[in-house]
């Protein structure tokens, strides 16, 4: 019997790198008014990534996401491998979290080049 991360990667079209890097979004817009979150990205591919912040972000939004600090294993990788350190993408879904004591949502993106 297959696992759900084995049926999961089978249909996918870009493969996952895990990371645990901390990032801060926004949306894109000339607002200055915007809050800035904080969240950590969970993984990427070279198509897009994956997040957990506090905010929620609709569908069709696009985020301004930097990186801020990765971790240390993360750091010893080769460029070519390592997330994007700055970049816009469009979040394609979200959804809400159970984390303790807090509401979270993971938000997946495809990147804008």
Request: charged share 25%; with cysteine.
């Amino acid at each position: 019997m297959e696992d759900i991360a084995t049926k999961e990667k089978a249909r996918r079209a870009y493969s996952r790198n895990q990371t645990m890097a901390t990032v801060k979004c926004q949306p894109y817009t000339s607002d200055a008014a915007v809050r800035v979150s904080d969240g950590v990205m969970c993984n990427y591919s070279s198509e897009g990534l994956y997040i957990e912040t506090s905010q929620n972000f609709k569908s069709d939004t696009i985020l301004v996401v930097r990186i801020v600090s990765y971790s240390p294993t993360q750091q010893s990788m080769a460029d070519r491998e390592q997330p994007r350190s700055i970049c816009l993408a469009k979040v394609k879904w979200s959804q809400r979290l159970s984390h303790e004591n807090t509401i979270q949502f993971g938000i997946g993106m495809k990147y804008i080049d």
